[in-house]
C-alpha cells in the first residue's frame, strides 16, 4: 500500500532554513508526482508546489518561489522539501502528497505531516 | 492564480440531513476539482476527484457536481463521522489552490 512517512517536528530560529523528508513506500517512486502542502495553525491548506521523482522538475507556487526548494533522492525513495529565511508564520503543519493516478493530479495519499515551529 | 472560493464557512447540520457545500472559481477549470474531508490533527483525505468521481473505499452518501466555476459536494445522509472540515481543490493550472473549508457542525 501506499505510505508516505515523513521527518519529525522541528523547531527553528527565524532566519534559519528547515529541511522536511518524506519517505515513499508501496509504489514505483519515480512514477508518480509529488505535492507539498502547509497548514497555518487553525488555517486553511496552501499549495506549495509539486515535484516530478522522475527527473526533479518541480513547480513551486510563485509566493514560495525564491524561498523553497523541492529535491528526490531515488536512491532511498526519498522526497526533501526545504525553506529557507523562516519566518514566524511559516509555523505550519507541511505535508507531502502522491497525485491520485497517471491522469489525475490530485493528492490523493498523504503523509502524517510534519509541525514546523518558528520562534525566537 | 486560479481562485476558490468556498461556501458556507461554517455549516450546522443534524444526523441525516442532507447538505451541501459550493465551490467557485474564479475561471474555468474543466472538472479538475478535489474534495477533502479534514478532522483536527489529522491528514486531510480524499473524497471526490475530478468533480464527480468517489475515491475508493469512500461512502457512497459522498458525491460531488459540476464542471467550469462552479462546484458541489453533498452528502446526502449526514452520519456521526462525518462532521468535520471540508476543502476543495483545483488542479487545473498551478498554483493548485484550494478554498477556504468549511467547517461543518452538530446543530
Known amino acids: 500500500q501506499v505510505q508516505l512517512v515523513q521527518s519529525g517536528a522541528e523547531v527553528k530560529k527565524p532566519g534559519a532554513s528547515v529541511k522536511v523528508s518524506c519517505k515513499a513506500s508501496?509504489?514505483?517512486?519515480?512514477?508518480?508526482?509529488i505535492h507539498w502542502v502547509r497548514q497555518a495553525p487553525g488555517q486553511g491548506l496552501e499549495w506549495m508546489g509539486i515535484?516530478?521523482?522522475?527527473?526533479?522538475?518541480?513547480s513551486y507556487a510563485q509566493k514560495f518561489q525564491d524561498r523553497v526548494t523541492m529535491t528526490r533522492d531515488t536512491s532511498t525513495s526519498t522526497l526533501y522539501m526545504e525553506v529557507s529565511s523562516l519566518r514566524s508564520e511559516d509555523t505550519a503543519v507541511y505535508y507531502c502528497?502522491?497525485?491520485?493516478?497517471?491522469?489525475?493530479?490530485?493528492?490523493?495519499?498523504w503523509g502524517q505531516g510534519t509541525l514546523v515551529t518558528v520562534s525566537s | 492564480d486560479i481562485q476558490m472560493t468556498q461556501s458556507p464557512s461554517t455549516l450546522s447540520a443534524s444526523v441525516g440531513d442532507r447538505v451541501t457545500i459550493t465551490c467557485r472559481a474564479s475561471?474555468?477549470?474543466?472538472?479538475?476539482l478535489a474534495w477533502y474531508q479534514q478532522k483536527p490533527g489529522k491528514a486531510p483525505k480524499l473524497l471526490i476527484y475530478?468533480?464527480?468521481s468517489l475515491e475508493s473505499g469512500v461512502p457512497s452518501r459522498f458525491s460531488g457536481s459540476g464542471s467550469g466555476t462552479e462546484f458541489t459536494l453533498t452528502i446526502s445522509s449526514l452520519q456521526p463521522d462525518d462532521f468535520a472540515t471540508y476543502f476543495c481543490?483545483?488542479?487545473?493550472?498551478?498554483?493548485?489552490?484550494f478554498g477556504q473549508g468549511t467547517k461543518l457542525e452538530i446543530k
Open positions: 475530478k468533480a464527480s
Open positions: 481543490q483545483q488542479y487545473h493550472s498551478y498554483s493548485y489552490t
Open positions: 508501496g509504489y514505483t517512486f519515480t512514477n508518480y508526482f
Open positions: 475561471q474555468s477549470i474543466s472538472t479538475w
Open positions: 502528497a502522491r497525485v491520485h493516478d497517471y491522469g489525475d493530479y490530485s493528492p490523493a495519499y
Open positions: 515535484i516530478n521523482p522522475s527527473g526533479g522538475r518541480t
